[in-house]
């Protein structure tokens, strides 16, 4: 007969888990829970209590609020954990935690050992480690502390008694890896209460082996220095997989080293799930010899809020219970339950099936790379690696697997790091469910990663996933080869317009290069050149756009210290560089003169108003000393001008844009015709020059079929740039001046200098313009 209690719990926790795994709500529950969830300001508690389902609610929203507050957000670049069945059991451990806690002290003690053994049993067995003990634990950099622990108390015999102050006679030394966790050895010194010159860190080889496995004739000659120093060697951290490569230190010699002068050995790493196999390989095996190494299987099986576990073998139970390793207290041997459920859930075929998984995964993409050009694997063993690790090298054949980054100068590997940089990152956001991502290795640069062993059981990832990121990696090196190809010449070009580009020595960007369009303005102090530059590089930017091309053109990444630039991004290898360098060049000339023809329009306009004002006054006085005074008088000038009328001599006068000059209006009274305005559909465009699906920057006879539509297309019509630059006629709302008068002032009117098409249009559009384009300024 099942507990009525646990009944319950399992009731509700699949309650919880649905309302909070489909999202699915009532109305009225989800309107009032959204009213307290939409607030990062926390309130008050309520006054009345509420129900589980509406606090469930409120819980959900809270997880999901920045989602809804960003509905065009991608969310597969957010990967979350898969949670299955195995998942429910893992959970459903801390639900009946609660619960059991609250048991009579003698069924809690009975049952937590039964827990507590049983775990401790099907995990030594999995894992190959006879005759150990296990401790349990949240944090798993807190197993290494306690059997550090435990190794100061076996070691020093008064430190019960004396404490700290037994240790000052001989100083412990803590050894590890240079390829270790970074920190790890900090932060046990500081649980300790050690100092850091307690530490010591192992350089991995140089010469021989694998450049991420610790040097042991070095760490040999290290104990011996610090047993003359009177210091005393206390404790090993090897690796059975290192954090960044995978890689995996000697153990075998290690674990004779150890014991020759008395050291703990402790191992962790990934490759220890590999112990679960049927077949493990001899490096691996020798962690099962160690005093101590630490699992995590809640990540290799994909369970979440699973503990850590650290397996241990000693033989004094005090100096365990000392140490913390053993609990006196029930309750906290609880913190295996959630592990508990889950392994008999999965049951052993269904955990070595899970491990076994991971590790093909491994193999499958090491073998899909193998024929991609230009991608380098760097894996510790090809036959069994649980970790991969490529990256983009030009040097690199296909599947090549050796070479070093070693050669390269500085710039260049810095380059080289921010293309993988980019290329993990893209591999991420393209298959999220992939889980590789981006490690720096001191000797290799930046690489991407693919661990399964880490991700697979949580992000269920499949032999399709690992195919999918196959295939993006083969639609990505292109790019990125055409890129670094390219890089080159788009410097070159950019100095061939030194007297208007800049060119911007950005490494860390992902990309073509950056420029900047430098103004030629002469005479103006530094603070308005750089606000000038500043406004003439971000309409260029703007214009670029908008250009019909799958080139990225933006403002670079979020810190950088040039300022004012325009970035490229990656191209292909049809992208015809001089071209795109002209039009940038030319696009941030045509800014700056428009802007600098406005300029002097607004002044022309300023001073020829002026003018026409003191003009028109002159010839009103001169109209007053020609007609007289009796003319101007209110009645009798009307009855004298009637008897005897006056042809008056003051003429209108018309201002010319493009010359600046005020003319006279005799031309246009004696024609009786006032010549029209240029219609702005008769400028020539860009779209209307070119070809349906053509793109700009593409080399003349480059292919249409390429891998990436990034690629550009065909050269930049001069005569379309008017598209980019149109003047409106209405210049003030209040003049509405007419363009100049000739064909000449029409040319130069609505075409600036550098924007004419090509002679026949030019030639065309001349005919069509009518002379007199004249505005009357004398209000007639």
């Not at 740039?721 to 363009?739: A, C, D, L």
Request: net charge negative; hydrophobic share 35%; aromatic share 4%.
């Amino acid at each position: 007969m099942v507990d009525a209690a646990l009944a319950q719990v399992g009731k509700n926790l699949s309650e919880a888990m649905r309302i909070l795994g489909d999202g699915q709500m009532e109305p009225e529950a989800g309107t009032e829970s959204r009213r307290f969830s939409r607030t990062s300001i926390p309130g008050p508690l309520q006054g009345d209590g509420q129900d589980v389902t509406t606090i469930l609610h409120l819980v959900h929203h809270l997880i999901h609020e920045e989602e809804d507050e960003e509905d065009g957000r991608d969310k597969a670049c957010q990967p979350i954990q898969n949670v299955g069945e195995q998942g429910h059991m893992a959970l459903l451990g801390h639900s009946l935690a609660a619960y059991i806690s609250v048991l009579d002290r003698e069924r809690l003690r009975k049952l937590t050992t039964r827990i507590l053994s049983d775990t401790t049993l099907w995990l030594c067995r999995i894992f190959r480690y006879d005759n150990g003990s296990a401790y349990f634990h949240e944090d798993d950099r807190d197993g290494l502390v306690k059997v550090c622990r435990l190794a100061i108390n076996a070691r020093y015999e008064e430190y019960t008694t004396e404490g700290y102050a037994v240790l000052s006679s001989r100083q412990p030394v803590i050894y590890q890896s240079a390829s270790c966790r970074p920190g790890l050895g900090q932060h046990l010194c500081n649980q300790l209460g050690l100092p850091l010159s307690s530490l010591c860190t192992v350089p991995c080889n140089t010469i021989f082996g694998s450049q991420h496995q610790m040097d042991v004739a070095l760490l040999d000659k290290l104990i011996k220095e610090d047993t003359d120093a009177g210091k005393l060697p206390l404790l090993l951290i090897a690796n059975a997989g290192t954090p960044e490569a995978g890689h995996t230190d000697k153990l075998s010699r290690l674990r004779e080293l150890c014991d020759q002068h008395g050291i703990w050995l402790h191992v962790e790493g990934v490759n220890l799930a590999t112990l679960a196999l049927a077949q493990v390989t001899s490096a691996v095996m020798g962690a099962t010899r160690s005093d101590s190494m630490t699992l995590t299987p809640g990540r290799w099986l994909g369970l979440p809020a699973v503990t850590a576990v650290t397996l241990y073998r000693h033989e004094d139970p005090a100096l365990s219970l000392a140490a913390g390793l053993t609990s006196s207290q029930p309750v906290e041997k609880l913190r295996a339950l959630p592990l508990w459920l889950s392994l008999q859930y999965l049951g052993h075929n269904g955990i070595v099936q899970k491990i076994r998984h991971a590790a093909a995964l491994s193999q499958h993409i090491l073998l899909k790379l193998k024929s991609v050009t230009c991608i380098r694997t760097l894996v510790e063993d090809e036959q069994n690696s649980p970790v991969v690790l490529f990256k983009f090298s030009q040097e690199s054949n296909a599947g090549g697997s050796g070479g070093s980054v070693d050669g390269l100068c500085a710039g260049e590997k810095e380059a080289l790091d921010t293309i993988n940089r980019w290329m993990g990152e893209q591999l991420a956001q393209l298959v999220p469910t992939s889980g590789v991502d981006v490690v720096e290795l001191e000797d290799e640069g930046t690489c991407v990663r693919f661990s399964p062993l880490l991700t697979a059981a949580v992000l269920g990832t499949q032999q399709e996933d690992v195919d999918e990121v196959v295939q993006k990696l083969l639609e990505l090196v292109p790019m990125m080869s055409a890129t670094m190809n390219l890089r080159q010449d788009f410097r070159e070009e950019t100095h061939r317009h030194a007297l208007s580009l800049t060119y911007i020595e950005e490494l860390s960007w992902p990309g073509l290069g950056a420029v900047r369009y430098e103004s030629q303005a002469e005479g103006a102090d530094e603070s308005r050149r750089k606000q000038e530059q500043k406004k003439i590089n971000d309409a260029l930017l703007t214009k670029l756009q908008e250009l019909d091309t799958d080139i990225f053109f933006s403002t670079g990444p979020e810190f950088v210290t040039e300022e004012n630039c325009i970035f490229v991004g990656m191209v292909t290898d049809d992208v015809d560089v001089s071209e795109l360098v002209d039009t940038i060049s030319t696009l941030g000339r045509d800014i700056e003169e428009s802007g600098r023809l406005l300029e002097n329009m607004t002044e022309r306009v300023r001073k020829g108003i002026l003018e026409a004002e003191l003009q028109l006054q002159k010839a009103n006085e001169e109209k007053l000393l020609e007609e007289g005074m009796l003319r101007q008088l209110p009645v009798f000038g009307s009855v004298l001008n009637w008897f005897s009328p006056v042809e008056s001599s003051v003429k209108g006068r018309t201002f010319n844009l493009a010359a600046g000059s005020l003319d006279s209006t005799d031309v246009t009274y004696s024609t009786k015709v006032q010549a029209g305005r240029m219609s702005l559909q008769d400028i020539p465009t860009l779209s209307a020059k070119r070809l349906s699906g053509q793109r700009l920057f593409r080399r003349p006879g480059a292919g249409s079929d390429s891998m990436s539509e990034t690629s550009s297309i065909g050269p930049v019509d001069e005569s379309s740039r008017v598209e980019n630059f149109t003047m409106s006629p209405n210049i003030h709302p209040s003049m509405s001046m007419s363009p100049p008068e000739t064909a000449e002032h029409a040319e130069a009117y609505v075409r600036p200098a550098g924007l004419l098409g090509n002679p026949e249009q030019v030639e065309a559009e001349e005919e069509r313009q009518p002379e007199g384009q004249e505005e009357d300024l004398s209000g007639r």
